[in-house]
């Protein structure tokens, strides 16, 4: 299609390269700025003579100017209508698919004719159009995706069979006779889904922070208690060294006490063995002089008087040892302190059993289904894990077909002896999903620790046998519970064979419930999970299992 209406370009001055301001024109016909063509023609006064800057066309004497009031309209209405909006089409903008010379930047899209255009053409597409309903998007360059490849028309129908969009001549041949609707219709059935999962999440997130602020809530009382704690034990700790230095100065004291008296007592025998020793000396001396002496009659005056032994002093009795030794004390003192220390550490280490960090968990568990599909989790059964017993199917399930082996490669993740697989995603939080199951032999509904071992004997593989894992086998007789080897019968009616299982990891909780018009909870456990957990079934000969997807 030609371009038939005016562009921007041709209401621009020759001189300043803009749109007209106070357009004038000329006698050659030519039309500028008013103060454009001034500023020229003032410059030219000097040689006289006044050419047009377009044309080069002279005039003499210099021609009389005037506001040229139609090109003066013609611009307002220019402005008016908002042409001068339709500017080139830069590397990121849509192009206008009318444009021929100059792409300029496309505004709106047109879904019936498929094309994009820009403010110029865009009005020319409403008059033309003018009282038919023509689609109108925002520019887009997706139209492509919006139109059948084989067709090219648009996409206006969906495929319930094929889950696609598709245009009408494809219900003609591709699609004949499949459950069709148009896109409209099916858009305002999945917009009623969408209103529903948006609810859904609002849900969800004022959940998240109802704990959240509960869990804030949580830590600043945790934070109190530890701060009051420690501010306590400060203070007794403190008034406790204070009791010890009171102790320890008693007790230096008492020493000292007891050393000062047992000093002085030693001091006053001292001074009385000194004395009694000067004497011994002297009376010593004494004999010695007399027996040296020559004269015989006064030896035998004087010896009656010299060799009489002195009366011995009134000595308190006590030894060196008794006197001066604090052994004892020491000794004491050291088993004091041996005490204390074993008592001290003892006491710290039961107080800190009881002053151990406990895991703030939420406790308002879901009630109802609407509350536990808030938590739901697709998971995707793991092709290396299953045994060569199961086959695996498109639609996220497995089963059993008796007698016959599929040719799995070799992987050190596969169950070798069992029929049983593993999901690959892993579940670390709280986590929702659900199953059905079928066949006569039934099936086992686990969870297990990844480091579950793969190749051994049946105690270390099989779901519900070990410490590895926790298994609810389902049959149509009965249904049972197993972990680690011991078994617990659950009275649960044989017609139900859709499950949910719902996990609160950090809550150590594990619950089974059948699924029908209302959830009815099958069993729960209570356990302490130190590993991720990984959904896995045992499926036996001629049942089969499907993970349900609940985000569609």
Request: aromatic letters at 8%.
């Amino acid at each position: 299609m030609a371009e038939t209406i005016f562009s921007q370009d041709q209401f621009k001055c020759p001189v300043c390269l803009d749109l007209l301001k106070d357009p004038v024109t000329i006698p050659c016909g030519h039309s500028f700025c008013m103060s454009c063509f001034t500023s020229t023609w003032n410059q030219d006064d000097q040689k006289r003579v006044y050419s047009c800057p377009q044309c080069r066309r002279t005039f003499n004497p210099r021609p009389a100017l005037y506001k040229n009031t139609m090109l003066t309209e013609v611009v307002q209405q220019l402005k008016k209508t908002k042409l001068q909006l339709s500017v080139p089409a830069g590397p990121e903008d849509v192009e206008c698919d009318i444009c021929t010379v100059r792409k300029h930047k496309a505004v709106k899209s047109c879904l019936v004719c498929l094309n994009s255009y820009c403010q110029i053409h865009l009005q020319q597409h409403k008059n033309f159009f003018k009282g038919k309903r023509h689609n109108l998007i925002d520019a887009t360059g997706r139209l492509k995706e919006k139109t059948c490849p084989t067709h090219n028309k648009l996409l206006d129908i969906f495929c319930h069979i094929d889950q696609q969009c598709i245009c009408y001549l494809c219900t003609m041949d591709d699609h004949k006779n499949h459950d069709t609707i148009t896109a409209v219709a099916e858009r305002t059935k999945k917009q009623t889904i969408l209103k529903e999962r948006q609810r859904r999440f609002q849900q969800k997130i004022q959940q998240r922070k109802k704990e959240l602020r509960e869990l804030r809530e949580a830590v600043e009382s945790h934070k109190c208690s530890a701060e009051t704690a420690v501010e306590d034990s400060e203070k007794i700790f403190t008034e406790l060294i204070r009791f010890i230095e009171r102790c320890r100065s008693k007790l230096m004291q008492m020493i000292r006490e007891k050393e000062k008296v047992a000093v002085s007592q030693a001091e006053g025998v001292m001074e009385q063995l000194e004395q009694e020793i000067d004497d011994l000396r002297r009376r010593h001396a004494e004999l010695e002089q007399l027996s040296l002496t020559d004269d015989h009659i006064l030896f035998l005056k004087s010896f009656q008087s010299v060799a009489v032994f002195p009366e011995s002093t009134d000595i308190p009795s006590m030894t060196v040892s008794s006197l001066l030794s604090f052994d004892d004390v020491g000794k004491s003192v050291s088993q004091l302190k041996e005490k204390l220390e074993d008592f001290c550490r003892e006491e710290i280490n039961h107080i800190s059993s009881r002053a151990t960090y406990i895991e703030i968990i939420p406790t308002n568990e879901p009630k109802t289904r609407e509350e536990f599909l808030q938590y739901y989790s697709k998971f995707t059964l793991d092709p290396n894990t299953v045994n060569e017993h199961l086959r695996l199917s498109v639609w996220n399930g497995v089963f059993n077909v008796p007698n016959v082996v599929q040719q799995y490669p070799d992987h050190p993740d596969r169950f070798d002896n069992y029929p049983q697989v593993l999901c690959r995603e892993g579940v670390c939080g709280r986590c929702y999903w659900e199953l059905e199951w079928s066949g006569d032999d039934g099936v086992d509904i686990s969870v297990s620790y990844k480091t579950i071992s793969r190749k051994g004997r049946r105690d270390e593989c099989v779901f519900g046998c070990n410490d590895q894992s926790w298994s609810l086998d389902c049959s149509p007789l009965i249904y049972s519970f197993m972990h680690n080897n011991s078994y617990a019968d659950l009275h649960v009616p044989s017609s139900r064979c859709k499950i949910g299982v719902y996990v609160d990891h950090r809550a150590g909780t594990l619950s089974f419930y059948s699924i029908s018009d209302t959830m009815s909870l099958i069993h729960t456990v209570q356990t302490t999970f130190t590993q991720p957990l990984y959904p896995g079934f045992a499926v036996h000969s001629g049942s089969k299992v499907k993970l349900c997807d609940l985000s569609i």
